[in-house]
């Protein structure tokens, strides 16, 4: 039964629909049908108490919405005409037959045509006001009328109450499924609002770190333009790790290889990041960045990067990707940075500073894979850290650096 109703309501639907023109068009099957169910009982109720021109009219207006079922089905969409035609008919019908019958108030024919406002509100809703007007005008029309009909004397008083009950019925009806469709429409509405949001929120926490995303959501709620986000941390530490003979393995594969192997290691290398609460920079291409104690402070992110390049060293040593081996050289190096948003489009977060330089040094000038940390980050991990003295490598801009590898971990 269900099915059955549900595939008369689609008479006029498309594969190409979304959600709001089918429900559009629903609605407008369902007032046709109810209207030719009215048109048709009442209609044939005319002709049997000799009212045949007031019968043939009624029967008319529901041949004609019989009609209008057939072009939707045919058509498949909703010609803004064949609404307009409707609803302005659905307006004068009532009034025309009222008028022939001898009364608009005993009939409630204003009951009836009221409901085409109602129904443009949701098929045209620019012809709301203007069919308001008109009905207006028509029902005001009626009444000064009334006073000089006399309601025809063929009509039993039970086929007047009926048709007071059946007009007044079909605008309470087809009222009712307006008001549910928009109630319906707001709330599908808010649901995709509500879904592009967590989506949009997703996104940022993708791209950002949650407290840079928090503040970009809010900054962005009442600016055209991306804030100027950036602090100043004097006490973090960064990672870089690039990968060996990148370049030359690069040249032996394939765009699609080459993509894949680097996302296959670096998402690895995300998780392990993500494990311990540190932020991922970016990844610039075969270079991964991340660091610790930005933006949220931590004591300890030397430790944290250092543990995580270990992680990362005995990851690559044991894995291979189709065949292919892949290594690392790691530098680290700890002290003071500054962190923010840059740009007004592809707008990302980035670390400036001495720190971040020196630690693109360490990597860019170590031992394939060593980790290999500066006299800032081995004062605070060499406690906890083995850490092998390398000697002085001179580091541009900065002249003659002592060094350390870091091998491993005290006690494990």
């Known amino acids: 039964m269900k099915h059955s109703i549900v ?39 005319l002709l049997w108490h000799k009212e045949p021109l007031a019968g043939s009219l009624w029967l008319g207006w529901g041949i004609w919405q019989l009609v209008e079922i057939l072009l939707l089905r045919r058509l498949r969409r909703l010609p803004g005409w064949l609404i307009s035609v409707h609803l302005i008919l659905m307006m004068f019908a009532p009034f025309a037959l009222s008028y022939r019958l001898g009364s608009f108030l005993q009939l409630g024919c204003a009951f009836y045509a009221v409901a085409a406002p109602f129904l443009a509100v949701v098929l045209l ?30 009509l039993p008083g039970w086929l007047t109450w009926l048709w007071l009950g059946a007009n007044t019925l079909l605008a309470g009806t087809l009222a009712f499924f307006v008001v549910t469709f928009n109630v319906v429409q707001r709330d599908r509405i808010q649901h995709k609002l509500d879904e592009e949001q967590k989506k949009t929120e997703r996104l940022l926490l993708s791209i950002f770190p949650e407290k840079v995303a928090a503040q970009l959501k809010n900054s962005l709620l009442d600016e055209r333009t991306v804030p100027v986000i950036a602090e100043y941390y004097p006490n973090a530490s960064v990672l870089f790790a690039d990968m060996v003979n990148f370049t030359p393995m690069a040249t032996r594969m394939t765009a699609v290889e080459l993509v894949s192997l680097l996302n296959s290691v670096f998402s690895h290398f995300d998780r392990l990041a993500q494990k311990r609460g540190l932020e991922k920079i970016k990844t610039v291409g075969d270079c991964y960045i991340v660091a610790a104690g930005v933006p949220q402070p931590r004591a300890d992110h030397a430790h944290a990067l250092a543990e995580l390049a270990l992680e990362i060293q005995s990851f690559v040593r044991t894995s ?93």
């Open 7 to 45: 595939s008369i309501l689609d008479l006029g639907a498309s594969p190409a629909d979304n959600g709001n023109e089918k429900a559009k068009k629903r609605l407008f099957v369902l007032a046709l049908a109810f209207g030719s169910l009215n048109a048709w009982l009442l209609g044939f109720l």
């Open 125 to 154: 809703p620019k012809q709301t006001v203007w069919l308001g007007i008109l009905w207006a005008a028509l029902t005001i029309l009626g009444l000064k009328m009334e006073p000089d009909l006399n309601l025809s004397e063929n």
């Open 320 to 412: 291979r990707f189709s065949d292919i081996k892949v290594n690392f050289r790691i530098g680290i190096n700890s002290g003071p940075l500054v962190a923010g948003v840059i740009g007004q489009k592809k707008i990302s977060y980035d670390l400036w500073g001495d720190t971040v330089n020196i630690a693109s040094r360490m990597s860019s000038q170590g031992i394939a894979g060593g980790i290999q940390i500066t006299q800032y980050t081995y004062q605070l991990v060499k406690d906890d850290f083995i850490c092998i003295p390398r000697g002085k490598i001179f580091i541009k801009g900065k002249g003659d650096m002592e060094i350390w590898l870091l091998t491993g971990k005290h006690n494990s």
